[in-house]
Protein backbone atom coordinates (compact mmCIF):
# COMPACT_ATOMS: atom_id res chain seq x y z
CA UNK A 1 0.00 0.00 0.00
CA UNK A 2 1.21 3.34 -0.61
CA UNK A 3 2.30 6.12 1.51
CA UNK A 4 -1.06 8.00 -0.18
CA UNK A 5 -3.21 5.32 0.75
CA UNK A 6 -2.25 4.41 4.16
CA UNK A 7 -3.29 8.50 4.99
CA UNK A 8 -6.28 7.86 3.62
CA UNK A 9 -6.90 4.42 5.24
CA UNK A 10 -5.69 6.27 8.69
CA UNK A 11 -8.59 9.10 7.99
CA UNK A 12 -11.30 6.55 7.68
CA UNK A 13 -10.42 5.46 11.37
CA UNK A 14 -9.90 9.23 12.32
CA UNK A 15 -13.28 10.37 10.88
CA UNK A 16 -14.93 7.43 12.51
CA UNK A 17 -13.69 8.37 15.99
CA UNK A 18 -14.06 11.81 15.31
CA UNK A 19 -18.11 10.97 14.99
CA UNK A 20 -17.82 8.88 18.46
CA UNK A 21 -16.56 11.96 19.72
CA UNK A 22 -19.59 14.29 18.54
CA UNK A 23 -21.89 11.66 19.15
CA UNK A 24 -20.67 11.60 22.76
CA UNK A 25 -21.60 15.73 23.25
CA UNK A 26 -24.63 15.49 21.03
CA UNK A 27 -26.31 13.02 22.28
CA UNK A 28 -27.12 13.13 25.94
CA UNK A 29 -28.89 10.04 28.42
CA UNK A 30 -31.87 12.78 28.51
CA UNK A 31 -32.15 13.74 24.77
CA UNK A 32 -30.52 15.06 21.85
CA UNK A 33 -28.64 18.42 22.13
CA UNK A 34 -29.07 21.16 19.43
CA UNK A 35 -27.83 25.13 19.59
CA UNK A 36 -31.84 25.81 19.80
CA UNK A 37 -32.24 24.40 23.00
CA UNK A 38 -29.36 27.48 23.88
CA UNK A 39 -31.97 29.41 23.50
CA UNK A 40 -34.54 28.08 26.71
CA UNK A 41 -33.44 27.23 29.96
CA UNK A 42 -35.70 24.59 31.01
CA UNK A 43 -34.67 22.09 28.04
CA UNK A 44 -31.24 23.24 27.88
CA UNK A 45 -31.18 21.96 32.09
CA UNK A 46 -33.31 18.40 31.26
CA UNK A 47 -31.34 17.74 27.90
CA UNK A 48 -27.96 17.85 30.16
CA UNK A 49 -29.00 16.84 33.54
CA UNK A 50 -27.71 13.03 33.13
CA UNK A 51 -24.84 14.10 31.37
CA UNK A 52 -21.63 12.68 32.94
CA UNK A 53 -18.46 15.03 32.81
CA UNK A 54 -16.71 12.28 31.29
CA UNK A 55 -18.79 12.57 28.00
CA UNK A 56 -17.21 16.10 26.93
CA UNK A 57 -13.92 15.38 28.45
CA UNK A 58 -13.52 12.32 27.03
CA UNK A 59 -14.73 13.84 23.67
CA UNK A 60 -12.08 16.64 23.68
CA UNK A 61 -9.38 14.30 24.47
CA UNK A 62 -10.08 11.68 21.65
CA UNK A 63 -11.27 14.50 19.40
CA UNK A 64 -8.07 15.93 18.99
CA UNK A 65 -6.58 12.32 18.42
CA UNK A 66 -9.17 11.71 15.81
CA UNK A 67 -8.76 15.09 14.02
CA UNK A 68 -5.27 14.26 13.82
CA UNK A 69 -5.64 11.26 12.25
CA UNK A 70 -7.95 12.29 9.84
CA UNK A 71 -6.20 15.57 8.51
CA UNK A 72 -3.43 13.23 7.32
CA UNK A 73 -5.86 12.36 4.82
CA UNK A 74 -6.39 15.61 3.23
CA UNK A 75 -2.79 16.08 3.22
CA UNK A 76 -3.02 12.97 1.03
CA UNK A 77 -5.42 14.07 -1.39
CA UNK A 78 -3.06 17.07 -2.13
CA UNK A 79 -0.18 14.85 -2.51
CA UNK A 80 -2.02 13.00 -4.82
CA UNK A 81 -3.88 16.19 -6.65
CA UNK A 82 -0.54 17.44 -7.58
CA UNK A 83 -0.04 15.54 -10.38
CA UNK A 84 -3.09 16.90 -12.27
CA UNK A 85 -3.12 20.45 -11.64
CA UNK A 86 -0.84 22.20 -9.06
CA UNK A 87 -3.50 25.23 -8.56
CA UNK A 88 -6.03 22.81 -7.35
CA UNK A 89 -3.24 20.97 -4.61
CA UNK A 90 -2.36 24.26 -3.22
CA UNK A 91 -5.78 25.57 -3.18
CA UNK A 92 -6.99 21.95 -1.58
CA UNK A 93 -3.79 22.17 1.16
CA UNK A 94 -4.99 25.88 1.73
CA UNK A 95 -8.32 25.16 2.45
CA UNK A 96 -7.25 21.61 4.17
CA UNK A 97 -5.69 23.67 6.98
CA UNK A 98 -8.47 26.67 7.25
CA UNK A 99 -10.71 23.25 7.74
CA UNK A 100 -8.55 21.53 10.47
CA UNK A 101 -6.68 24.34 12.39
CA UNK A 102 -10.17 26.40 13.25
CA UNK A 103 -11.79 23.30 13.22
CA UNK A 104 -9.51 21.73 16.17
CA UNK A 105 -10.32 24.89 18.03
CA UNK A 106 -14.04 24.45 17.56
CA UNK A 107 -14.45 20.74 18.72
CA UNK A 108 -12.57 21.57 22.10
CA UNK A 109 -14.63 24.51 22.33
CA UNK A 110 -18.06 22.61 22.07
CA UNK A 111 -16.39 20.29 25.09
CA UNK A 112 -15.44 23.06 27.41
CA UNK A 113 -18.68 24.48 26.43
CA UNK A 114 -20.30 21.80 27.67
CA UNK A 115 -18.32 21.03 30.72
CA UNK A 116 -18.47 24.00 32.50
CA UNK A 117 -22.08 24.20 31.70
CA UNK A 118 -22.58 20.75 33.81
CA UNK A 119 -19.90 21.09 35.80
CA UNK A 120 -21.47 24.68 36.89
CA UNK A 121 -24.99 23.55 37.60
CA UNK A 122 -26.74 24.14 34.88
CA UNK A 123 -28.08 27.09 35.58
CA UNK A 124 -29.22 30.60 33.67
CA UNK A 125 -26.18 32.36 34.09
CA UNK A 126 -24.19 28.85 32.91
CA UNK A 127 -26.19 28.89 30.32
CA UNK A 128 -25.76 32.52 29.14
CA UNK A 129 -22.09 32.22 29.29
CA UNK A 130 -22.10 29.21 27.70
CA UNK A 131 -23.88 31.33 24.91
CA UNK A 132 -21.65 34.14 25.12
CA UNK A 133 -18.63 31.92 24.61
CA UNK A 134 -19.93 30.57 21.80
CA UNK A 135 -20.75 33.37 20.06
CA UNK A 136 -17.30 34.89 20.87
CA UNK A 137 -15.54 31.93 19.01
CA UNK A 138 -17.85 31.61 16.25
CA UNK A 139 -15.17 32.59 14.10
CA UNK A 140 -13.64 29.15 14.60
CA UNK A 141 -16.51 27.02 13.56
CA UNK A 142 -16.87 29.28 10.22
CA UNK A 143 -13.80 29.13 8.72
CA UNK A 144 -13.86 25.08 9.63
CA UNK A 145 -17.13 24.88 7.16
CA UNK A 146 -15.47 27.57 5.05
CA UNK A 147 -12.38 25.23 4.56
CA UNK A 148 -14.33 22.60 4.28
CA UNK A 149 -16.61 23.71 1.52
CA UNK A 150 -13.62 25.21 -0.41
CA UNK A 151 -11.60 21.58 -0.17
CA UNK A 152 -14.72 19.69 -1.23
CA UNK A 153 -15.99 22.51 -4.18
CA UNK A 154 -11.91 22.08 -5.34
CA UNK A 155 -12.17 17.89 -5.53
CA UNK A 156 -15.63 18.11 -6.67
CA UNK A 157 -14.83 20.04 -9.76
CA UNK A 158 -11.19 18.53 -10.61
CA UNK A 159 -13.17 14.83 -10.63
CA UNK A 160 -16.45 15.83 -12.37
CA UNK A 161 -14.33 17.59 -15.04
CA UNK A 162 -12.07 14.36 -15.96
CA UNK A 163 -9.09 16.75 -15.07
CA UNK A 164 -8.02 13.65 -13.07
CA UNK A 165 -7.64 10.00 -13.25
CA UNK A 166 -10.60 8.81 -11.65
CA UNK A 167 -13.85 8.37 -13.49
CA UNK A 168 -15.66 11.36 -12.92
CA UNK A 169 -19.04 9.65 -11.32
CA UNK A 170 -16.66 9.39 -8.19
CA UNK A 171 -17.19 12.97 -7.60
CA UNK A 172 -19.93 11.42 -5.25
CA UNK A 173 -16.91 10.78 -3.00
CA UNK A 174 -17.01 14.22 -1.27
CA UNK A 175 -17.41 15.34 1.87
CA UNK A 176 -19.65 18.28 1.57
CA UNK A 177 -21.71 16.60 -0.92
CA UNK A 178 -22.46 13.50 1.36
CA UNK A 179 -22.86 15.44 4.12
CA UNK A 180 -25.22 17.75 2.59
CA UNK A 181 -27.63 14.32 1.92
CA UNK A 182 -27.09 13.18 5.18
CA UNK A 183 -27.95 16.95 6.94
CA UNK A 184 -31.93 16.61 6.37
CA UNK A 185 -32.13 13.49 8.85
CA UNK A 186 -30.35 15.11 11.77
CA UNK A 187 -27.56 12.63 12.16
CA UNK A 188 -24.86 13.42 14.97
CA UNK A 189 -21.50 13.59 13.55
CA UNK A 190 -22.77 13.78 9.87
CA UNK A 191 -19.86 15.46 8.79
CA UNK A 192 -17.42 13.03 9.89
CA UNK A 193 -19.86 9.93 8.82
CA UNK A 194 -19.16 11.63 5.19
CA UNK A 195 -15.77 12.15 5.74
CA UNK A 196 -15.34 8.63 6.31
CA UNK A 197 -17.36 7.47 3.21
CA UNK A 198 -15.28 9.98 1.34
CA UNK A 199 -11.97 8.32 2.08
CA UNK A 200 -13.22 4.79 1.83
CA UNK A 201 -14.13 5.57 -1.80
CA UNK A 202 -11.39 7.14 -2.77
CA UNK A 203 -9.08 4.13 -1.65
CA UNK A 204 -10.26 2.33 -4.43
CA UNK A 205 -9.35 4.65 -6.96
CA UNK A 206 -7.05 6.29 -6.51
CA UNK A 207 -3.65 3.84 -7.19
Known amino acids: MTMIKTM ?30 MK ?3 KMRETFRTMPLRNPMISMLMGVLALLMSCGGYFALYLWMRQFSATAAVIMLIAAAVFYIPGTAHHVICGVAEWFYIRMGMTKDAREAVME ?28 TGATALPSWACIFNIFLIASVLSPFRIGGAGNWAGAVMFLGLLFFIA
Open 133 to 160: FFKKTSVTMIACYLGMIVFSVTLFVMVV
Open 8 to 37: MLIAVFGHLLCGICDCLLIYTPSGKFGFQL
Open 40 to 42: NDD
